[in-house]
């Protein structure tokens, strides 16, 4: 992790995985963050981690909150951006009590590590937004023919919108679903603060 402050990842566990299960048809690509177009990070914060900015890898806040909506028959997650990093990198696709321990643990130390601008950079890069397709630079091509740098808004809240479901969500031909999905996404965008707060991510990274 201490290497990731400097090196770029060549690879992701989820990527290995793929590979170990005889999937040939990968597409990932490194994107520098400066060149992503800042409706993107935006429309990730606005979906998966508003708290972003100012937490350290953990929400309790959200934490709490998914604890009582199942209670009350509720199911969602309540990992962030952190997290997912954390698992997309070096840990393996299981819901298990044992493995959120250890996503909790490396991702406190993930945000001692590193800065708010890299773990964004590593995430965009190694998230999942296909069967095959893993970061935003490749998703970008995949499905809108395009480099991540030129992304619109209702493209990036489009393959931010099939995160939760990357392998059966299709952001160039989105289902209702989808649409909605990425509706509320774009609508949430501006009230985490626009691209006005990635970029003081991006400058604070520095």
Do not use: C
């Not at 990992?79 to 250890?102: A, C």
């Not at 800065?115 to 490749?138: D, P, T």
């Not at 609508?187 to 604070?204: F, L, S, T, W, Y």
């Amino acid at each position: 992790m201490l290497a990731l402050r400097w090196v770029n990842p060549s690879t992701s566990s989820f990527i290995e995985l793929n590979k170990a299960n005889n999937n040939t048809n990968i597409r990932q690509q490194w994107v520098d963050i400066e060149k992503v177009s800042l409706y993107f990070p935006n429309a990730v914060i606005a979906s998966e981690d508003q708290q972003f900015p100012s937490h350290f890898g953990l929400d309790f806040k959200q934490i709490q909150l998914v604890l009582s909506e199942r209670d009350k028959g509720f199911s969602r997650g309540a990992s962030t951006i952190t997290q997912q990093t954390v698992k997309n990198m070096f840990l393996w696709p299981d819901r298990s009590i044992f493995r959120k321990g250890v996503e909790a643990w490396l991702s406190l130390w993930m945000e001692l590590i590193l800065s708010k601008k890299r773990i964004l950079e590593i995430y965009v890069n190694y998230a999942q937004f296909g069967k095959s397709v893993f970061g935003i630079e490749a998703a970008s091509h995949y499905y809108f023919g395009i480099s991540a740098e030129n992304l619109n808004p209702r493209q990036a809240a489009l393959i931010t919108s099939s995160l939760p479901t990357p392998s059966r969500s299709d952001p160039a031909k989105p289902s209702s679903y989808l649409n909605s999905r990425a509706e509320f996404i774009m609508d949430q965008m501006p009230r985490v603060g626009g691209r006005r707060v990635i970029q003081e991510i991006i400058d604070a990274g520095h």
